[in-house]
């Protein structure tokens, strides 16, 4: 799944893919505004984003699309 964190007084967005699922994500970032969160991706980088910096988050779909002609 994408998550896209958007940064307070950044003009850049931070990007990540991760299998966590939705619900973790958005336990792990339930706190932004009182205390640091720390985020990984799927190639083990780990995103920090300080206490109260925190603008928006968008998360991407849980299930990933199908393509093709497979059933």
Partial sequence: MQVTIG???SPR???????????DVLAAL????T???T???DK????????GSLA???LGEAAPRRVGFGV
Avoid at 44 to 51: H, N, Q
Wanted: overall charge negative; glycine content about 6%.
């Fill in 44 to 51: 083990g980088r780990k995103i920090f984003v300080p206490a």
């Fill in 13 to 23: 967005e931070l990007t990540l893919e991760t299998s966590a699922s939705q619900e």
């Fill in 39 to 41: 985020v990984s991706d």
């Fill in 56 to 58: 928006y988050v968008e």
């Fill in 35 to 37: 205390q640091d969160v």
């Fill in 7 to 9: 940064i307070k007084h």
């Fill in 30 to 33: 339930a706190g932004a505004a």
